[in-house]
């Protein structure tokens, strides 16, 4: 099915520990986004990227890494893990932003809590 | 710096009409914003209007759009309990509209 797809789904990490958040879109989308969604707070975007090799920041990047390789790929990089990144992830993509006013896809999201 | 700015609750009755209200900041956005988000799942648009109209309807849903005050809503006529949600509203930030800044949503409670 076409689509954005992040993986995991689901991860406890312990205080220290890193990982990657994987994101793959199937859709030639040149448009990417990592956003992170806490209780009441809506959504806050991390990082972007229009395109393979460039990337950017987003309102709170602090504590994150992301690289675009390819057009499909733009994996989240969290070096060391603190509770405050306890959080719903969301990947995203869309077609040169929002030029064509279609909006963004988004994957189902990955629940990571930092323990 | 952007910021845009929702009710957090309301509560309807099956049947009657919901309006979701949203203040946004940044007069440059070319499109405006509706989506929708079920328990677990990830947002789904809804709708979008283009920053030149003052209102736009796509069957049950109308939006409308006041660029002076900056105002934007969402009304979902004959609302049923499969519309309960959190509805964000999101405007376009940035040139060419690179990334959208999303409001902290409306959780939209129907009953029957």
Redesign the interface.
């Known amino acids: 099915n076409a689509g954005?797809t992040q993986t995991p789904k689901f991860r406890i990490l312990k205080i220290g520990q890193s990982m990657t958040l994987q994101c793959a879109q199937d859709m030639n989308h040149n448009?990417m986004?990592w956003?992170r969604q806490d209780p009441?707070?809506?959504?806050k975007?991390i990082y972007?990227s229009?395109g393979a090799g460039i990337t950017?920041k987003?309102?709170v990047p602090n504590g994150y890494n992301v690289s675009r390789s390819t057009t499909e790929d733009f994996p989240l990089r969290l070096e060391l893990a603190a509770p405050s990144q306890t959080s719903v992830y969301?990947c995203?993509s869309s077609y040169?932003?929002?030029?064509v006013?279609?909006?963004?896809?988004?994957?189902?999201?990955t629940r990571l809590t930092v323990v | 710096g952007e910021d845009v700015e929702q009710s957090l609750f309301l509560s309807v009755r099956e049947g009657d009409s919901s309006v979701i209200n949203c203040t946004y900041t940044d007069s440059s956005s070319t499109y405006l914003y509706w989506y929708k988000q079920e328990p677990g799942a990830g947002l789904q648009l809804l709708t979008y209007i283009f920053s030149n109209m003052d209102m736009k309807q796509d069957q049950r849903l109308t939006v409308l759009l006041n660029k002076k005050d900056k105002h934007l809503s969402l009304r979902i006529a004959d609302t049923q309990t499969g519309d309960s949600a959190i509805y964000f509203c999101a405007e376009s930030i940035g040139q060419a509209g690179t990334a959208l800044i999303f409001g902290k949503g409306t959780t939209l409670s129907v009953s029957s």
Do not use: I, N, P
Request: glycine share 28%.
């Open positions: 954005v448009y986004y956003y009441g707070m809506g959504l975007l972007y229009v950017d987003g309102e969301f995203a040169q932003g929002e030029s006013g279609r909006g963004y896809t988004f994957g189902s999201g």
